[in-house]
């Protein structure tokens, strides 16, 4: 278990690049969990600006659109779940599809489906302490 | 000239009939809150497979309700981007498959062209000229742009929501805080019961382009004053209303919101039309436009329209009407013309594109 402390939103996407370079895998799921406003969607912006350098956007939350893909190919699918409370609304997503692309997969609120994540994954939980301070612990489930 | 609109980028599969650029012959959009609306909170009708089970029924009512068949279409205009691409391209097929069968023009369109179009199409049917340049926000649950429109067609990206968008915003404060989806309406409807001022959320300054938006940190502080009070049986009280009555009118709300979340709700929305407004201001001021256009769902907001009312702008404020500010398919349609009169079709490799942007 690694945990690191983030003192600003810059940090934070700092943490994201270093986290997506040296943590996590080339392919596969990431779970990020936190609160609204933990800060979920700043520590993608890392992920992506390290994941899929070409992408010059700003990259923003995909509550509405359900899912963001960055990098032609796509190596980055940003998915966020906010909005779905039942499986079958889940179900018409298609990210079984999505993970045999050969992407990092990062999905924000998955604690709302918990049964359905491989046990292969990262698990990364964002949590808010005073001002924009954050707190990041990241979990790796068995050998990725 | 007649032109079919459809548009399936999000949560609405819609189809329209435009007539020269100006008369609506027909607007049909299956919605997620009619349709859904007993699970409240939720929008279920997601994806591909939702869009796929109305898109033909959808396309069919719309030529239905606007007496006319293929045949009478000049092109048919579909949304590219952006969008959800499973979405987008239940669309695009089905456009694709009528204009390939009927020897048709397909037009591809941007969205947020297409909200930019919806006050264009209700100008023109009022006969009343609009002058360019047009300074364009467009401001919904997934996007909040602020665009140059210089002449028709011709579009500058000035500055855009850095993480969350303003409808977006709205429903996660109102979802937090017990109120339904979509729970934009519902402050919008609440907000003038509290006092703006009642509660001073302290912002952190942004870095880099000054056009630019940024709502996260406002959906922090509003987490932050929940956190510190316990309002979780207030809470409670207004989930219990929506289960015994979907759609509770503004006294039952009322009645279940003490006056200091009034505040708050007040003080948020405030907050959320001064950060819209005041950039929106600073970018009319920076391209000298003639015209400012506020479009996309937000625009709905009875709090935006009338500060922007009275903001100093010193040029006209054009809205669309409520039915032509949420996802449509008139819009669509609407911003085809231009593309029709150049010429401007799509080949049949046309594809569905998330990341579009316009200019």
Same mark, same amino acid.
């Given at each position: 278990m690694l945990r690191f402390e983030t003192a600003s939103e810059a940090e934070t996407i700092a943490l994201g690049e270093k986290l997506a370079r040296q943590?996590? %895998?080339?392919?596969g799921v990431v779970l990020l969990t936190g609160g609204l406003g933990a800060g979920k969607t700043t520590l993608v912006k890392g992920i992506v600006r390290e994941r899929? %350098?070409?992408?010059?956007?700003e990259v923003s939350s995909p509550t509405y659109t359900l899912i963001h893909e960055y990098g032609d190919p796509v190596t980055v699918y940003h998915v966020d779940?906010?909005?779905?409370?039942h499986e079958r609304e889940l179900a018409t997503l298609g990210l079984e599809e999505l993970l045999d692309r050969g992407a990092l997969l990062v999905v924000e609120w998955p604690e709302k489906f918990p049964r359905i994540w491989p046990v292969r994954r990262v698990d990364v939980r964002i949590e808010r302490g005073p001002g924009d301070q954050r707190s990041v612990t990241v979990l790796e489930s068995q050998a990725l | 000239m007649r032109i079919l609109g459809i548009e399936t980028s999000c949560d609405e599969t819609a189809a329209a009939v435009v007539e020269d650029a100006r008369a609506i012959l027909s607007n049909v959009v299956a919605s997620q809150m009619t349709t859904h609306g007993k699970y409240g909170g939720v929008v279920p009708e997601l994806a591909s497979r939702e869009h796929l089970r109305a898109i033909v029924p959808v396309v069919r009512d719309a030529l239905e309700q606007a007496g006319c068949s293929l045949a009478d279409l000049s092109a048919v205009a579909v949304t590219e981007g952006p969008g959800l691409v499973g979405s987008l391209l239940v669309g695009i097929t089905y456009a694709k498959s009528l204009c390939f069968a009927k020897s048709l023009p397909l037009i591809g369109v941007n969205h947020m062209e297409g909200h930019i179009h919806a006050v264009l199409l209700e100008a023109a049917a009022d006969g009343r000229q609009v002058l360019f340049p047009v300074l364009a926000l467009v401001a919904s649950g997934g996007h909040t742009h602020l665009f140059e429109v210089r002449e028709p067609g011709q579009y500058r990206l000035l500055g855009r929501t850095r993480d969350d968008a303003a409808g977006e915003a709205f429903d996660k404060v109102a979802k937090l805080l017990?109120?339904?989806?979509?729970g934009g309406p519902i402050i919008d409807r609440l907000a003038p019961h509290g006092d703006p001022h009642g509660v001073r959320f302290t912002l952190a300054k942004m870095k880099g382009n000054p056009l630019d938006f940024s709502f996260s940190g406002l959906k922090t502080a509003v987490v932050r004053w929940v956190e510190q009070r316990d309002l979780a049986a207030e809470i409670e009280t207004r989930r219990a209303l929506v289960r015994h009555n979907p759609a509770p009118a503004r006294e039952d709300w009322l009645a279940v919101t003490p006056k200091s979340t009034l505040d708050l709700l007040a003080s948020f929305q405030q907050t959320v039309v001064d950060e819209l407004l005041r950039r929106a201001l600073a970018a009319a001021e920076v391209m000298d436009a003639e015209t400012v256009i506020i479009s996309g769902g937000?625009?709905?907001?009875a709090g935006l329209r009338k500060a922007a009312a009275s903001a100093r702008f010193g040029c006209p404020v054009l809205f669309p009407t409520p039915a032509l500010s949420t996802d449509n398919a008139v819009m669509i349609a609407a911003a085809a013309f231009p593309k029709l009169e150049r010429k401007q079709f799509a080949g049949w490799d046309l594809r569905a594109r998330a990341h579009l942007t316009l200019a």
């Open positions: 943590v996590f %895998p080339a392919h899929a %350098p070409s992408f010059r956007e779940l906010y909005r779905l409370d | 017990g109120f339904p989806y979509p937000v625009a709905c907001n």
